[in-house]
């Protein structure tokens, strides 16, 4: 039982967390979701392991839910059930951390998921990118610039970050300027 209310829980989880923004791109909306912003999914389009998983939850109700509230549950238990196990385990993780969170950080995150998911495509695919090249990065150079980061006064963030803004347009730049590889 617990297990089943663990595995609901993920599930809205995954529909709305802003904790996954960094997972990389979502995977494509299932069938069973429809792409029209103002049509809802029927129950009977869910998959049978998309039903067992929202039915404690929301079989009985699912027709009286708002239509973005459903092809939320549609996707994020999509995405729930092709998790491998590890992959469940940590965001069950990830979940339980954001849940533990005073209530003002809380809101801070999702405010931070909100203006990401109001990117564009490309810039939403570099914020990715920088996140993966930051995590990959030493643990003790990742504590150094954050370190860095949270001492800096907000001129000299807005320094940094435009540092690194001409640095990433010079590099475009030479990437350009280079003949093609050829075979």
């Known amino acids: 039982m617990i297990n089943k209310a663990r595995m609901l829980v993920l599930a809205l989880l995954l529909a ?12 494509a909306a299932p069938a069973a979701a429809p792409a029209g912003p ?17 039915q404690q939850r929301f079989g009985d109700t699912w027709d009286t839910l708002p239509s973005a509230r459903q092809q939320a549950l549609a996707r994020g238990s999509e995405r729930w ?5 590890q992959q469940k385990d940590k965001a069950t993780q990830r979940f339980q951390h954001f849940r533990d969170l005073p209530a003002e950080q809380k809101q801070r995150v999702r ?9 564009p495509p490309e810039q939403q695919s570099s914020v990715r990118e920088n996140f993966r090249k930051f995590r990959d990065l030493p643990p003790e150079r990742r504590k150094v610039l954050r370190e860095r980061w949270k001492s ?9 970050l435009q540092n690194l803004r ?18």
């Open 166 to 183: 001409e640095q990433r347009l010079k590099r475009m730049e030479r990437m350009e300027r280079r003949p093609p590889n050829r075979p």
């Open 152 to 160: 800096a006064t907000p001129a000299e963030r807005q320094h940094m």
């Open 16 to 27: 709305a967390a802003p904790a996954f923004a960094q997972q990389g791109p979502a995977p």
């Open 111 to 119: 405010d931070r998921w909100q203006r990401f998911r109001a990117l």
């Open 81 to 85: 059930l092709a998790m491998s196990p």
């Open 38 to 54: 103002a049509s809802g999914v029927p129950w009977s389009s869910l998959s049978p392991g998309q039903q067992k998983l929202l």
